[in-house]
């Protein structure tokens, strides 16, 4: 069975139609059905991304990988938060700055830009760096050769 087809089959119902409606909207929807009726939604919004809060960086992996299934894996994102609290001295993962980076530069560029982003709301609340998504990525290759001076 394919699933990008499934959340066709809430076009009608008449409290995403609502929510489709406002500017900013809450919803309550059991866990279980989360991801399909975000789908749905994320399908007839013209709204681009749809930016969803979640409590947790689990539940955030969680909802995208699942959300994937319904939309493509292009289609979702998920920025993480910092695994760091402000006032301790230690640095954010490497690999997490770059998972926030990637979401930045993928917001700023209109051809690429992810239907629905998912975040704790830890991730949302936390600032970002100087300049964050408006430096170019620089992409290396394998046996690509950069000048570091």
Do not use: C, K, Y
Request: charged share 20%; hydrophobic share 45%; proline share 9%.
């Amino acid at each position: 069975m394919i699933l990008h087809s499934l959340p066709e089959l809430l076009a009608d119902e008449p409290a995403l139609i609502e929510v489709l409606g406002r500017r900013h909207a809450s919803l309550a929807v059991p866990e279980p059905a989360r991801a399909i009726v975000l789908a749905a939604l994320a399908q007839q919004s013209q709204r681009r991304p749809l930016v969803v809060a979640v409590p947790t960086g689990t539940e955030a992996d969680r909802l995208a990988n699942d959300l994937s299934a319904f939309l493509g894996a292009e289609a979702v994102v998920s920025f993480p938060a910092w695994e760091t609290l402000p006032f301790e001295r230690v640095s954010p993962g490497v690999e997490t700055m770059g998972r926030r980076l990637q979401v930045l530069h993928r917001l700023a560029d209109p051809a690429n830009r992810p239907q629905v982003v998912v975040a704790s709301g830890r991730a949302l609340v936390q600032r970002l760096g100087p300049g964050a998504g408006r430096i170019a990525p620089l992409r290396l290759g394998p046996g690509d050769v950069v000048d570091q001076s």
